[in-house]
């Protein structure tokens, strides 16, 4: 089985500054991994998915991620952020075994952007 | 619609009532998935249905009832609830039932068990 620690639960940051939002897996086997962002009052939506290939991923609004095996992290980054991005964000992770489609989810970080 | 809607948004009923969430996907997949979400907890896979089969129950109380009458489609029946049942119900829809698939999800309901 698998399981995923975001390290903070809750990061205030201003608006134009960096974020930085920690998450560890653990696993016996090699795994996907995904960043997913929950804004108020919305369900989940993917930001960004590593299978496999470059080990960093970026999402259209300008957050990256990169997929570090040997520390078993995937920290999602921002290096200026908006008042929109104010939300929820979850990160995943999923076995590459056939016949598990399971995504074991972190705890969430919620990020308060202020102006 | 587009994409996958739940209703109700939300939902209070008191522990002796029954009632019925519902999903319904337009994306034309195969999966459909519930999800309960408490505060500051990891989303909990609740029931998987594969092509209306269902493919996981997780353990869950028989007072949750699943029924996915054809692929595009998702209920959850609640009866006899008690009040740590209260949570936000998201409901999640894949092309089909693989670890590299994205996961589409709904509003979700809020639920209020009193």
């Known amino acids: 089985a698998q399981s995923v620690t975001q390290l903070d639960s809750q990061v205030p940051v201003f608006e134009e500054a960096p974020v930085e939002l920690r998450c560890n897996y653990s696993?016996?086997?090699?795994?996907?991994l995904f960043w997913y962002v929950q804004y108020p009052n919305q369900g989940l939506q993917l930001l960004l998915k590593?299978?496999?290939?470059?080990?960093l991923v970026e999402s259209i609004n300008g957050f990256e991620a990169e997929f570090n095996k040997s520390q078993t992290s995937f920290h999602l980054r921002k290096p200026s952020v908006h008042i929109s991005d104010t939300a929820e964000y979850f990160c995943?992770?999923?076995?590459?075994?056939?016949?598990?489609?399971?995504?074991?989810f972190g705890a969430g970080t919620t990020v308060t952007v202020r102006a | 619609e587009t994409g996958v809607t739940q209703t109700p948004r939300h939902l209070v009923m008191g522990m002796t009532n029954k009632k019925s969430l519902k999903c319904e996907q337009h994306?034309?997949?195969?999966?459909m998935y519930w999800y309960k979400q408490s505060a500051k907890k990891p989303l909990e896979l609740m029931f998987v249905?594969?092509?209306?089969?269902?493919?996981e129950n997780n353990s869950v109380p028989s007072r949750f009832s699943p029924e996915c009458p054809n692929s595009s489609h998702l209920f959850l029946h609640l009866h006899t609830l008690q009040p740590e049942d209260s949570a936000l119900y998201l409901c999640?829809?894949?092309?089909?039932?693989?670890?590299?698939?994205?996961?589409?999800f709904g509003p979700g309901t809020r639920l209020t068990v009193t």
């Open positions: 999640a829809s894949s092309p089909g039932l693989a670890g590299a698939y994205e996961q589409y």
């Open positions: 696993s016996s086997v090699s795994v996907y």
């Open positions: 590593y299978l496999s290939g470059s080990t």
């Open positions: 995943a992770v999923s076995a590459i075994v056939s016949n598990d489609y399971k995504l074991s």
């Open positions: 994306l034309g997949h195969n999966a």
């Open positions: 249905y594969s092509l209306e089969e269902r493919v």
